[in-house]
Structure formats: C-alpha cells, structure tokens
C-alpha cells in the first residue's frame, strides 16, 4: 500500500486503511478498508479534513507501512485523556485530575508500551491518517507513542543518572512508565486557556502568550500530587523548557531541563508541526523532523537528538519521493541505522513514465542518491493538497518563523 494525497485520488484506487472520525466521542468508520473509491469519496474525505489515505495498487505491492499500536488502543487511549479533560473542563479547571484517573491512564500507559515492544519496529512515522478532529487528543497520544519510543532508545543507550550522579542502566520500563504518564497528560494544563486565545489565527500578544506560559504549571497543580509521581511531573512542568534557557514556564537551562522534559519537548515539537491543526495546515514529516535535529544543543540536548534521530524516520513508508536523479519512487522499508536512507522503490523515470520493472535501492549504499522532497502522487502533478503554489506560500511563511522559539510556541499553542 501506499500513502497517496487525497486531492490525487482517482477512480480506480482502492482503499488499502480504514479511515477513521468519532462523533460525540464515538469512534467510527469514514470508508472501510477496500472500497474502491469514487470521486464522490474523495469530496468526502477532503470535507472531513483527511489529507491523504493509503492505497493499494501495482506500484506499492509488498509494502506494509507498520502501525506501532493498533487504532483500537489508539482509541481507547484518546478516551481515557478524553474522559480526563472532559471533567476537569466541566469543573473549569478547579478539580484534580484524581487517583482513579491516574490509574486507567498509567493502564493505557502500560498497554502502548507493550504494543511498542511487540511491534519490534523502532523507527516509526507518524501515520495516523485520521481525520482531522479532537487534534488535542491524537496529540497526547502521538507524544506518548513518539516520546516512549524515543525514552527507550535514549534510556537503554545513554542511561539515566541517579542522586548521587552515577549512570545507570536499570529500571528503564518503569521510568519509562512514568513518563508515559506525563506524556498523556503533558497538556491537561490548557484546559484553563480560554479557547478564543487556543484557536486565535495569527500571532498572539504578549498577555496572550503570558497566559499560555502557565499551562504547564497549571496542569501540574490540576493533578493529585500523590497520584503522579516526580517523573511524570517533570514533564508536564518542563515541556516548553529548553536547554538554552529560552523556553518557559520557568527559563530553566541545561542540566536543569529534565531528561523526560527534553524527550517530551521533541516529540510535542514533532508533531505540533506535522500535524493539522485548527487553522494550520501540516508540515510534511521531513520538515517536522529536520526541525528537531536544528534544535541540537539549544532545545535540546545533543545525545538525546541522536536519540531522537535513531528513533524516528523523516520518511513514512509508503510515501513517494522525488530522488535526486529526477526519478520517482516509493519508500518501501525504513533503516534503523540510516533513518533518512532507507529502502526505495524507484518506480518512475524523471519523465514521469513507469518503469516496466521497478528498481528497489537501499540508499544507504548509493549515498550520490538522496530524497529530495516527499510527493503527494506518483504520477501527474506531484503537489499536496492540489494546489502546489498556496502550500509553497504558506511553507515559505512559516520556515523561518518555525525555526524560532516564539515560532514553535505558536505551532503548539494552536491545538
Ligand atoms: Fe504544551
């Protein structure tokens, strides 16, 4: 299968990934897995906000994108946050988030990671080609998922540093564990952001900003203290914090900046860019991902970025790809060691012709080979979202801006 633009789809295609809406919280089917589409499914899709689908033709033969948990605990997990900021917005942020509820989010908490570890897939691409609603919900539980797999490459290869200062090895799933906690509920703090200033297009001032500032420490003071312990707090209150002190709540620097906090910071980073939001389109997952590893040695720190990049993979699989020959090609596997160099098919020629029999190149051994950019089609027009020159104006707006602090501020702000 493979991943194909909605604005591209054409009768013919057939849909290889059910795709999923919830209404009133309850999880359904937009089209199911096989139907073949229509044009009047496209309008549909493109009505509910899904940017693209999966698809299965000749092309794409052989390659499973991997799902590193299944929807169904996807869902289950994005219900228990659900349930979480449903009651504490009802009480307007005066209630704790109490035991009991810590307890069913530490269950899902365990369960992803079991399904992380099952899985044996350690580069992983966000490709929960949902449709775009509850945004805050998929975001707590694409940070979770991301920042697991990230603490577990990080924790078993850099260790984690006890009391006294000594580096330790031990204990990994159960720190993990805790911060899975604080990654669920890193953002429950914004329910006390008004949603006018949550939702406002444009750029915030600076009493707006000011108010954003105090989600973390917010979302610290809503939970049962003796529910959460340090590890998960930590990262709810460090979040926003960057190692060159210009994050916030606190201006912390350094050391000072949690592990858990950094890996939280990187995976909220991630996908706050490359993922639709209320007003903002998403960023291609490259660019998401670029973004962090720019972030080395001011956000965060540089180990972990390594950890971040052996984790993570710029290029989902199944997506197309414009090679630096000109030729087109489909991302058919993702290499743990060389996450931006991993397995193509190499499909078109640079005329845009298919090729009669398809070249698979593992670009590790062709390094005079690289993507250039990531493709809405194979074929015909390869823009996103069907209209190439608004996408290009409106990443050229936001490219330096996303680079700066304020810039990432805003991006998560807008969920
Ligand atoms: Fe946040």
Redesign the pocket.
């Known amino acids: 299968m493979r991943i194909v633009s909605t604005s591209r789809l054409r009768s013919g295609m057939t849909l290889a990934r059910s795709v999923w809406s919830s209404s009133r919280g309850v999880r359904q089917a937009l089209l199911t897995a096989g139907t073949p589409l229509t044009e009047g499914y496209r309008r549909g899709l493109e009505r509910a906000g899904v940017w693209a689908v999966y698809v299965d033709d000749g092309f794409s033969s052989g390659v499973e994108p991997p799902e590193v948990i299944t929807p169904e605990t996807r869902e289950r997990a994005m219900q228990a946050v659900g349930s979480v900021y449903h009651r504490a917005a009802q009480c307007g942020g005066h209630t704790r988030v109490g035991a009991d509820e810590v307890a069913a989010l530490d269950r899902m908490v365990a369960q992803v990671m079991h399904e992380i570890a099952q899985s044996g897939r350690l580069v992983w691409c966000l490709d929960d080609l949902g449709a775009f609603d509850r945004y805050t919900l998929r975001h707590s539980v694409n940070v979770l998922v991301l920042g697991l797999m990230v603490g577990r490459e990080a924790l078993t290869t850099l260790g984690w540093s006890d009391w006294r200062g000594d580096v330790r090895y031990d204990n990994v799933e159960e720190r993990l564990r805790r911060m899975g906690l604080g990654l669920l509920l ?2 429950v ?2 329910i006390l952001i008004p949603e006018p200033i949550l939702k406002k297009p444009g750029r915030l001032s600076a009493d707006e900003m000011d108010i954003v500032r105090q ?2 420490q917010a979302g610290v003071d809503m939970v049962d203290g003796d529910a959460l312990g340090a590890l998960s707090r930590v990262v709810i209150a460090g ?2 914090e960057r190692i060159d002190g210009s994050g916030y709540p606190a201006g912390r620097s350094g050391d000072a900046v949690h592990v858990h906090a950094q890996i939280a910071g990187m995976a ?1 980073v991630y996908d706050a860019v490359s993922s639709t939001r209320v007003y903002q389109a998403r960023r291609p997952t490259q660019e998401a991902w670029e973004l962090v590893l720019s972030m080395s040695g001011s956000g965060f720190g540089q180990p972990l970025v390594e950890a971040f990049k052996r984790s993570v993979a710029p290029y989902p699989e199944g997506v197309a790809v414009l090679v630096s020959d000109g030729r087109r090609a489909l991302v058919v596997r993702n290499d743990r060691e060389h996450t931006s160099r991993p397995l193509i098919r190499v499909t078109h020629d640079r005329e845009g012709r298919a090729l009669a029999d398809p070249e698979e190149l593992a670009l590790f051994d062709h390094p005079s080979i690289t993507i250039l950019d990531t493709l809405a089609d194979l074929e015909g027009d390869a823009g996103w979202a069907g209209d190439r020159d608004e996408q290009r104006g409106f990443a050229d707006d936001l490219a330096g801006e996303l680079r700066t602090h304020e810039g990432i501020e805003r991006a ?2 807008a ?1």
Do not use: L, Q, R, V
């Open positions: 890193h953002d703090g914004k989600h973390p979040h926003h909220d998560e702000t969920a």
